[in-house]
């Protein structure tokens, strides 16, 4: 369900299409050249989210079975070492609109984030979160439900715009879709097709990349954790249709 608005500029400028359902795999191909035959790539340095612990995107959390495009956080990271991460991208990084749909299961383990989300900056982000620890209910600082948020502009994260709105299903029992539509003026968020919020403030306006992640840096105030066993998104399709610079 595209908005009228991007259905509207189909005609005048190139829109790109990739769709992965990752049934279609089989191990004739690496899973880095699956990906990268999809318009994906798998990303692989270290974060330092001025969190507890740092994370690092390692190439082997990244894998494909049974269907699914797995995305593991290591369990058991000793403090003082990074949490073994996965994270993948968009080979195009001058995105400037478009709608974004994952359907995915999350992780029943807790202490992770799952992302769904444009990146340029800190300061230029429009996110979908899954926080495993906090999915019915939060704390002082997060609260319980699907995480919604344009980063501030401005790149004072306590000026981020966040919603956070309950799970219409259980997001750790089946596949569900997240969907970003992302336009000038305005980050559109559904689960299942359903719109669940909008937020107009913060709105990004930078040529980016959207990337999937799961990750930890054991903030208590954000992701908890790290786990203390492996945590998997499992991915089975991703179809994203946008506009580049
Ligand atoms: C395996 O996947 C490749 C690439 O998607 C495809 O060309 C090939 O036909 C597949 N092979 C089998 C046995 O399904
Ligand atoms: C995270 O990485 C930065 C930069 O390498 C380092 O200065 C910092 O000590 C690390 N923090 C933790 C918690 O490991
Ligand atoms: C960041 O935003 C908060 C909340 O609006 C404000 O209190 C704080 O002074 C800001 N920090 C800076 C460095 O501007
Ligand atoms: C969590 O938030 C509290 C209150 O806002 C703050 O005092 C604490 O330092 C934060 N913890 C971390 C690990 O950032």
Known sequence: MFSTVLLALLP???AKTLSVDFS?????????????????????YDVDGGDPYNRTYEADNVGIADG????KVTGGTKPGSNVPSACIQT?????????FKTTAIASEVEGVCHGFFTFESNSQESDI?????FLYSGNDAVDGGLQL????????????????VPYPADPTAGEHEYTLEWSSGSSKFFFDG???????ENVPTAPSAFLVNAWSGGNPNFTAGPPTED???????MEFMYETA
């Not at 080979?91 to 709608?99: E, Y």
């Not at 948020?149 to 956070?164: C, E, F, I, V």
């Not at 359903?194 to 107009?200: G, K, L, P, R």
């Open 231 to 237: 945590a998997i998104l499992r991915v089975s399709k």
């Open 149 to 164: 948020t344009n980063q501030a502009n401005n790149g004072n994260s306590s000026q981020n715009t966040r919603k956070a």
């Open 68 to 71: 699914y495009l797995t995305m």
């Open 91 to 99: 080979i195009d990084s001058n995105i400037v609109s478009g709608t």
């Open 12 to 14: 005048f400028v190139g």
């Open 194 to 200: 359903s719109e669940v919020a909008t937020i107009n």
């Open 129 to 133: 979160e899954i926080l495993t620890s």
């Open 24 to 44: 279609e795999y089989n191990s004739s191909m690496t899973v880095a050249d699956f990906l990268f035959a999809k318009g994906f790539k798998i990303n692989t």
